[in-house]
């Protein structure tokens, strides 16, 4: 379990990275994929991985909840931008 942990956190930390920096790079299907994968899988480990240690735990819904707000504010500013005239 602490494997597919690591790797969703470096997933959620390249989708946060690529956030700020390019953002290009995450409206391509293969970003798309890692984002709403990555939010998916880390709501179901949080779900499913009762046995992770706290400090697991908390790095992964830091993580998640970082990568959601990240997602509600890119659907704001597009909302946004396409109501402009």
């Not at 790079?25 to 706290?54: E, K, N, Q, Y």
């Not at 993580?63 to 997602?71: D, E, K, P, R, Y």
Request: charged share 15%.
């Amino acid at each position: 379990m602490r494997i597919i942990v690591c790797i969703l956190l470096v997933c959620q930390t390249f989708v946060i990275y690529y956030w700020i920096s390019d953002w290009r790079l995450l409206v391509t299907p293969a970003g798309l994929f890692m984002w709403v994968g990555g939010i998916g899988a880390g709501l179901a480990v949080l779900r499913v991985g009762r046995d992770l240690s706290p400090r697991w735990r908390r790095a992964l819904q830091i993580t998640t909840a970082g990568v959601i707000l990240l997602a509600v504010m890119s659907l704001t500013i597009e909302w946004a931008v396409r109501s402009m005239p």
